[in-house]
């Protein structure tokens, strides 16, 4: 008899399989008991009719637990009644592992609670899809970046220096000298660029963080790109087809989790369908200053050269209802890597981009620094040591060339297009300034 997986049901109508899977709920009557069963792939629901089987396997049947591991015997059939569309009709029930008083039942929990049973939680249905659509952006990733020539690079993640800024750095004795666990590979990457061309690398970054919003993780997954002879106008247009191609495969591959989720697909269709909008930073100061008054509003003031909180992000992207670039920032709050606007000194040529419905920053790049001096000179004001940065300044003594590349942050696409409130749901284990267990 073949053993099968959930997912696969559709290609054995009529056939009698066998399916290993966990009991995520169950009902019963006197004649007929419904198990709703999970294996991973998907959730569907096991008959079992009183009068179709042996007495012993109906009583199994009554008395299985929650998240009792079972293999099960039965004939799949089609059930229109279900989303899923089938459905097994048992007719035998063997116990592989025994699961009593499982913590986590189908009523209400409070959030620590179901933190602190973090890997039993994974088990939900609701997790199970906001990891579904993680793997899915994850595939479309690689799928995308292979699509248009990028090489992939593994950047380390030991470094010797920071790579973003010196006040969110995790560090750590490496053989008695400091050594920082990295903030984003890019620097590597540029090395990487002048190498091998276009190249992208997709690991766990480090961020020491004290931000308790629902947005950061203090270790997070990061795909970060880098190309060379671009300019960052090119750059935003490759990010575009970038985040557009994610959303898509999304609805591609994991389209039942988002029904799970409940999550509104025509909503993220617009976003593939629309061009995004590209906006300077100083135009989008001055758009929030002209609407402060208004009734629907309650972010604070803020001037030209001022950093947005979230609620002015949360604003100005819903104020375009579609993924907004928001370019050309102030140097003073950006990286010292980033190169000049030509002819303006006090803003870089970056972009954010900003996820519609309130989910923040999604992306950050820019086109990076080429000139060796001027780099140098942005290190050590930077208040960092050239020292550390010899061999990246080596870069812009060997043919140095323009070029530029973003970060995506996964989880904070995972939690957009996911459409949950909170960024702890899109990674299996989140690292919080609270948390590091389980
Ligand atoms: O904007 P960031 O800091 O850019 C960089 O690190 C560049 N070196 C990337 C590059 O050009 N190669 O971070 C990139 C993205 C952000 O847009 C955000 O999505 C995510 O990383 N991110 C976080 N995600 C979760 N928790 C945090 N604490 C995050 N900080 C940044």
Redesign the pocket.
Known sequence: MEKIRIIDSKKHVGETVQIGAWIANKRSSGKIAFLQLRDGTAFFQGIVVKAEVSEEVFETAKSLNQETAVMITGEIREDSRSKFGFEIGVTDIEIVGESKDFPITPKEHGTEFLMDNRHLWLRSSKQHAVMQIRNAIIYASYDFFAENGFIKFDSPILSGNA??NTTELFETDYFGQPAFLS????LY?EAGAMALGRVFDFGP?F?A?K?KTR????E?W?M???YPFVTHDESLDLQEAYIKALIQGVLDNAAFALDALERDTDLLQKYIDTPFKRVSYDDAITLLQEHEADEDTDYEHLEHGDDFGSPHETWISNFYGVPTFIINYPASFK?FYMKPVPGNPERVLCA??LAPEGY???????ERETDYDVLRQKIIDFGLDPKDYEWYLDLRKFGSVPHA?????L???VTFVAGTEH?REAIPFPRLLNRIEP
């Open positions: 790579a973003e903030q984003s590979g890019q990457l970054v961020r963080e931000s947005r950061h993780l203090t997070f990061m970060d790109a880098e990286a954010d981009l923040g920053e999604i992306v950050g790049g820019s590349g973003f970060g995506l942050g989880e904070r696409m960024i």
